[in-house]
């Protein structure tokens, strides 16, 4: 049984930086594994995704700005945010699948989801 858990989130001015990372136990080849956030009001959308080869996309939203990153072949990953914007302001999600072998940013190719972290940029 796959279980995700995040941690990193909090409070940050606009322009500043926050790290994300996201545990994944049960499984021990890597996972194709991403990031997700919810908008106050809005759908969740995919932030960043990586492969369990190390290919990774973005969203056109955070691109130059965010960065996904594993820890070598472990089912580790990060999520560097910079230069965040109060409309970074969510609770991200991160996510993780045993199918799929593509950095997909699509909410429904992800099976297992973490708790959330929340994030606010002022």
């Known amino acids: 049984h796959v279980q995700l858990v995040e941690s990193g989130g909090g409070s940050v001015q606009a322009g500043g930086s926050l790290r994300l990372s996201c545990v994944a136990s049960?499984?021990?080849?890597?996972?194709?594994m991403g990031w997700f956030r919810r908008l106050p009001g809005q759908e969740r959308e995919g932030v960043a995704a990586?492969?369990?080869?190390?290919?990774?996309n973005y969203a056109d939203s955070v691109k130059g700005r965010f960065t996904i990153s594993r820890d070598g072949a472990k089912n580790i990953i990060a999520l560097q945010m910079d230069s965040l914007k109060p409309e970074d302001t969510a609770t991200y999600y991160c996510?993780?699948?045993?199918?799929?072998?593509?950095?997909?940013?699509?909410?429904?190719?992800?099976?297992?989801w973490g708790q959330g972290t929340q994030v606010t940029v002022s």
């Open positions: 990586i492969a369990g080869d190390g290919r990774t």
């Open positions: 049960g499984y021990t080849l890597p996972m194709n």
């Open positions: 996510a993780a699948d045993l199918v799929t072998d593509e950095p997909s940013l699509v909410e429904t190719e992800y099976y297992y």
